[in-house]
């Protein structure tokens, strides 16, 4: 990826006017989370989909098989450590395709995820994208990802092999059903939609997407060290751009933070509600209507969410498939006490935000406490890695 120019980046470090302390998805980032060794076995890891990827801080990669409805986690040990250093790579399509000896029209990224260790890329990688054609289509609904790559700060990519590491398996309960069609993708299985995004805390791997109950939005919660099974919890919340309460539409994206000392799921929806669900009460078998706290921008996709930590107060990007990157202060969303629950007058409500410069970015993670690693669509139509730095110097 060329170099973002000056006025791309200095808009977004305008809103980061003090040293930042790190990136993470959750106030509890880099702290040791409970061990997953005891619970994994030397064999061959068979997902039937690489639908997401995650990264606990220890370097635990866990995996969410969407087709599969199962969550894997997978030692990640032989990764060695490594500095942050800044990843541009230019047209990764193409990349990608001489490395598999295939066109790069065929060769399609369904996630990103930085490794916090060796800080390298994995990728998760189909060969479905020449069947893409459908506009409000995401990856996992037109193929299933089956390689997983790796990128180095050089661009030497390879494949992270999965037929011969340590590993455990854990299945979703009641995960949505294979016969069950999309509401307006023609053709697609909501199974697409089984895993639609993960997160780990200290103690729990969440798991966002769709199941069979009779309110499909449902987040399920497996406990770490990775030894037991999973929890569920149906979803509903008031979609404003719609003017009504929704239970079938999962979280695209979100993120556990911590507000005012307690623990909640921030999550945002397609087109595009903003909603917060305290962990506390995520209880098994029972459903939870979370408090829409903005409306984004109906016509849209949200498809990738991180915080940014600052010494006064964090920072959320999350990045859109039709608006440009937001950027939300997570004091404006503790101090908002109102809630939305009647269709809006403008396109956007609730929390404060702002649109900021680059769009088109399709994932973001952190890389290191120095980059926001990009995975961008520029105007010349390649996919571009890159980053854009959080703090001067």
């Known amino acids: 990826m060329k170099r973002l120019a000056a006025w791309t980046v200095l808009p977004i470090l305008a809103l980061l006017a003090w040293p930042l302390l790190g990136v993470g998805a959750t106030e509890t980032a880099g702290a040791p989370i409970g061990s997953v060794a005891g619970s994994l076995t030397l064999g061959q890891a068979s997902p039937q989909s690489i639908s997401v990827l995650a990264f606990a801080p220890d370097g635990t990669l866990f995996l969410g098989d969407g087709k599969g409805g199962a969550v894997f986690a997978i030692d990640t040990s032989s990764e060695r450590p490594a500095p942050a250093e800044p990843i541009e790579l230019h047209d990764v399509e193409a990349k990608i395709a001489a490395r598999l000896g295939t066109r790069a029209a065929d060769v399609m990224v369904h996630d990103l995820a930085v490794h916090p260790i060796s800080h390298r890329v994995f990728l998760a990688v189909s060969h479905g994208r020449a069947s893409w054609n459908l506009a409000w ?3 996992n609904h037109i193929a299933n990802a089956d390689l997983l790559l790796v990128v180095d700060a050089k661009g030497t990519i390879e494949e992270f092999p ?3 590491v340590r590993f455990a398996r854990v299945e979703l309960p009641n995960p949505i059903s294979a016969d069950k069609t999309h509401p307006f993708l023609e053709g697609v299985s909501l199974r697409t939609d089984t895993i639609t995004d993960l997160a780990v805390t200290a103690d729990t791997l969440f798991v966002a997407g769709l199941s069979n109950e009779e309110f499909a939005s449902t987040l399920w919660r497996v406990p770490l060290p990775f030894a037991g099974g999973a929890s569920a919890t149906t979803l509903e919340i008031y979609h ?9 539409a999962p979280i695209r994206t979100f993120v556990p933070y911590v507000l005012d000392g307690e623990e909640y799921i921030l999550a945002a929806y397609l087109c595009t509600p903003l909603s917060l669900f305290k962990v506390a009460d995520l209880k098994d078998k029972a459903h939870l209507r979370g408090r829409t706290i903005a409306e984004l921008g109906s016509g849209n996709y949200p498809l990738d969410m991180v915080v940014v930590k600052g010494e006064q107060s964090d920072r959320l990007f999350l990045a859109n498939s039709g608006l440009p990157l937001v950027v939300v202060d997570t004091r404006d969303i503790a101090a908002f006490e109102g809630a939305i629950t009647e269709r809006p007058s403008s396109y956007t409500a609730g929390v404060s935000h702002i649109a900021r410069s680059p769009s088109n970015i399709q994932q973001l993670d952190a890389l ?3 980059y926001l690693l ?9 996919l571009d890695l890159g980053v854009i730095p959080l703090r001067r110097g």
Do not use: I
């Open 137 to 139: 289509a995401l990856p």
């Open 374 to 382: 990009t995975l961008q669509r520029a105007a010349s139509g390649t």
């Open 368 to 370: 290191g406490d120095r």
């Open 240 to 248: 404003g751009a719609h003017g009504e309460y929704e239970t079938h």
């Open 162 to 164: 999965l037929g011969n």
